[in-house]
Every structure is written in structure tokens, then in C-alpha cells.
């Protein structure tokens, strides 16, 4: 039976992998609406505090866990956040450059999706199982959904 300790790390990741999850998701969508409804000018002000939560939420996660900062993690965490800065201010560049939003949003989010897959695949000779291969499967179908949408 685990520990009192590991179950309460376990229950802490589980919380902030949720919370990631559900996150990923509004970031994209929020960049749609305001696409939908015409409002492409303030796309880069809805990015700036759309991030700008993730990090202060993201420092007061550091900041309540009893464990010290990790700085490899607090870098791996500040690439991936530019990483995925990067990635949406790309596709406002795009939409305000008149591609259309049925077109930029399945390429972006599905370009990301197959790139992380192969390179699990390729790469780090990952072996795609039952729960994989369903997360692969709903992301194709919410690409699907977010086009259609």
C-alpha cells in the first residue's frame, strides 16, 4: 500500500494535471471566439494576460509547495511556456493576416499533436498503448470540433 506521502503527491499532480488539461484547451478556444466575433486587433492583449495568469498561477503553485524550487524544473517550465507563447503568437499573426480560422487553428494544434507523437514514436521509442492511443484519438476529434465549431 503507498505512503501517506506518495499518495499526497500523487493527488497534488493529479490536481495540477487536471488544471493543465482543462487550461490547454481555453487558450486556443479564447483565440477563436475573439477570431469568430472580429476581434483580431485585441488578440495579443488577450495572450498577454492569458500567460501572465499561467505564470502567476504557476508561482504560487511553486510558492505553496513544501519541496524548494527545483530551477531544472522552473527552466523546463519557463521553455515550455515560450515554446507555447510562441506557437499562439504565430497563429494570431496568421489569423490577422487573414487565414482563415478553420485553417489555422487544426494546424496549429494538430501540427503540435503529431509533432509530439513522433517524436514519442521516433525519438524516444515510446510504445503507444491503450490510454495513448485514446489521447491521441481525442485530440484529432477536438481538432475536428474546433474547426467545425
Known amino acids: 500500500?503507498?505512503?501517506r506521502a506518495a499518495m499526497s503527491e500523487t493527488s497534488i499532480w493529479f490536481r495540477l494535471m487536471l488544471v493543465s488539461f482543462v487550461a490547454n484547451g481555453l487558450g486556443p478556444f479564447g483565440l477563436k471566439i475573439l477570431t469568430?466575433?472580429?476581434l483580431v486587433a485585441h488578440q495579443s492583449q488577450y495572450l498577454m494576460f492569458w500567460y501572465l495568469a499561467g505564470f502567476i498561477f504557476a508561482v504560487a503553485a511553486l510558492l505553496m509547495g513544501r519541496t524548494g524550487v527545483n530551477?531544472?524544473?522552473v527552466a523546463l517550465g519557463a521553455a515550455m511556456?515560450?515554446?507555447s507563447l510562441a506557437g499562439q503568437t504565430?497563429?494570431?499573426l496568421a489569423l490577422s493576416k487573414g487565414v482563415p480560422g478553420h485553417i489555422a487553428f487544426p494546424l496549429t494544434t494538430g501540427g503540435s499533436l503529431f509533432l509530439v507523437a513522433m517524436a514519442g514514436l521516433l525519438l524516444f521509442k515510446e510504445r503507444v498503448g491503450?490510454?495513448?492511443l485514446c489521447g491521441v484519438v481525442l485530440g484529432i476529434l477536438?481538432?475536428?470540433?474546433?474547426s467545425v465549431a
Open 1 to 3: 500500500m503507498p505512503s
Open 36 to 38: 469568430e466575433r472580429g
Open 71 to 73: 530551477w531544472r524544473e
Open 81 to 83: 511556456g515560450a515554446s
Open 90 to 92: 504565430f497563429t494570431v
Open 130 to 132: 491503450p490510454y495513448g
Open 142 to 146: 477536438s481538432l475536428v470540433m474546433l
